[in-house]
């Protein structure tokens, strides 16, 4: 069975993200004299902010956790996750909320992600693998 979990939002992460986005809009009709250049780059900037903002999520499906943001993405074998424990850390990560968790594997790597509804996405990892120490 596949589960797919949405990332948690933080507001003052969307207030940042928006002003990103629509900064090239208002350059556009502030200063005519803009260079072209310089409108690209905010446009391309804005365009991969969107993206992280509608896709960012957790999938579990089989063993595996995969996780994406934008362009970035990762997975883990969820037979190899040890601990999980909530974090606060500003850390860069595949997470759009500080009300983050921390999932360690055995090789001791860490992925921090906010999903929406954490509880039930802990319960779905600790169903495929009930060894996983929780501590949130």
């Known amino acids: 069975m596949k589960f797919i979990f949405k990332s948690k939002k933080d ?3 969307a207030l940042l993200i928006w002003a990103i986005i629509l900064l090239p809009i208002y350059l556009l ?11 690209i780059a905010l446009s391309l900037s804005s365009l991969l902010c969107l993206w992280v903002w509608y896709g960012t999520y957790y999938t ?5 956790l995969k996780y994406q943001t934008g ?3 990762g997975s883990l074998d969820i037979m190899s996750i ?4 909530k974090t606060k850390s500003m850390m860069s990560s595949a997470a759009l909320s500080l009300d ?3 999932i360690q594997n055995e090789e001791y790597n860490e992925v921090l992600i906010s999903p929406e509804r ?3 996405f802990i319960r779905i990892l600790k169903k495929i ?8």
């Open 71 to 73: 362009p970035f993405y």
């Open 118 to 120: 954490q509880e039930e």
């Open 11 to 13: 507001t003052w992460l």
């Open 29 to 39: 009709f502030q200063d005519e004299e803009l260079a072209l250049t310089a409108l």
């Open 129 to 136: 693998n009930p060894n996983i120490i929780v501590e949130v």
């Open 82 to 85: 040890k601990r999980i424990n």
């Open 60 to 64: 579990i499906e089989n063993k595996e």
């Open 100 to 102: 983050r968790i921390c």
